[in-house]
């Protein structure tokens, strides 16, 4: 193995032996399922795989440059275009996004949504607005009314995306105060939780466990939860929702837990994804695979956003059929304690 990874990188077929984990307990406890290890699939979640069109990922090149340049003379990094802390071939971190950054995105999502949307509504709303009217407002009156109700979600889609397009990124986009909350670095194979003012936490990645827990709703739904344990520290916790955000799709949060154990596995690439496109050149054992492969280095930056749209789709489906609660645990076989499977 390369010289670039450090003893503590975590490779998925060479897993030291662990002793038996610490007894934790609690609401989580019994509401969440551990989630096996290995054997894993080459997905992501949707908020890991659909957020970056290819279209983006050709406009944000030249940011991307001026990262690296930045980096080299070890220089802060702002303005980034991505999913909120850093991602690069080594480092996968989160940073809760600024307000104004959550306002402009939200509103363009509820203005865009709204604003093609509403029109479906326009014919019913149109008769209703005449029936009470009693014919005291003539239909051209009416059918001003309806557009004036419909024009608030035109104008708010059109600033929004104004706004996010037009001016530069460090304007609206920035990360909250807050900073870093938690990092995944492959180079290391440490995981990281950044608490300022009592300490970090750090500790390899094979001494954490995913769990998959259920979260009522005012409404009564369930929700699924994914969250990541500290083996010896229970009380450590990382709450994946960033990358799996809460909801009724199981399949969304089991796709995150795949892709991110293939992100820091040394023993495979980096997830084929939009996401780190531009940095597989980087990493030392994806560009070897690459080059094994024949695979073509502008896969996703060549590619038209129709043509994404349908792997996302794909995507989705294959997540769908993910079967991680019946596979055999990797981890079964180095941490005293956990039942095996019968078969590795």
Known sequence: MSNYYSTTAYNSQTIPDQSAATQWSGLEKSTATRLPWGNTQPVASQNMFDILLPSLLRRNVADWQEEKQLRAKG??????????????????????????????????????????????????????????????????ELLLLTFLCWLPFLIIWLISYAVMNWLPTNWWLATGRKGIVWEFNRRTGMVTIVNHRKGDFSAPFYEWDAYLGMVPTNSGVMYYKLS?????????????????????????????????????????????????????????????????????????????????????????????????????????????????????
């Open 75 to 140: 220089e802060a990094i702002t303005g980034r275009l991505d999913l909120g802390g850093d991602l690069t071939e080594e480092v996968f971190s989160y940073a809760p996004l600024a307000i104004r950054t959550r306002f402009w995105l939200y509103a363009h999502a509820a203005g865009e949504t709204l604003t093609k949307w509403f029109p479906i509504l326009l014919v019913p709303f149109f008769f209703i607005s005449w029936l009470a009217a009693g014919g005291e407002w003539s239909a051209l």
């Open 228 to 344: 990541l344990i500290h083996r010896y520290q229970p009380k450590k916790i990382i709450d994946l929702s960033h990358i799996a955000p809460l909801g009724p799709d199981q399949a969304n949060a089991l796709a995150a837990w795949d892709c991110l154990q293939n992100f820091m596995d040394i023993s495979q690439p980096l997830p084929d994804i939009p996401a780190w496109d531009y940095y597989r050149k980087n990493d030392p054992v994806t560009v070897k695979y690459d080059q094994q492969t024949g695979r073509d280095p502008n896969y996703w930056m060549g590619m038209s956003d129709e043509h994404f749209q349908q792997l996302c789709s794909d995507m989705r489906l294959q997540a769908r059929q993910l079967d991680t609660i019946g596979r055999p645990d990797l981890m079964s076989y180095h941490v005293q304690g956990l039942p095996q499977s019968s078969n590795k």
